[in-house]
């Protein structure tokens, strides 16, 4: 994890999608059913990386997936 994120919901956030099988849980109800079916959810991965600008790596945050 990058930082020590102080805020204690950003904190939470990170600790329940930073596990590819609790981010699926939650990833999976709002997508189409067509989209849900393409992906291979057992090739789901969090990946090393963040596209938040270093200015506001301060406040703000992103997890990225691949699958």
């Given amino acids: 994890m990058r930082g ?20 699926a849980t939650f990833l999976r109800p709002p997508l189409p059913p067509a989209l849900v079916e393409r992906f291979d959810w057992s090739s789901l991965a969090l990946e090393e990386t963040s596209f938040v600008d270093e200015a506001l790596q301060e406040s703000e945050s992103d997890l990225l997936y691949s699958t």
Avoid: M, N, T, W
């Fill in 4 to 23: 020590d994120i102080q805020r204690p919901h950003d904190r939470l956030f990170r600790s329940v999608f930073a596990d590819p099988h609790e981010a």
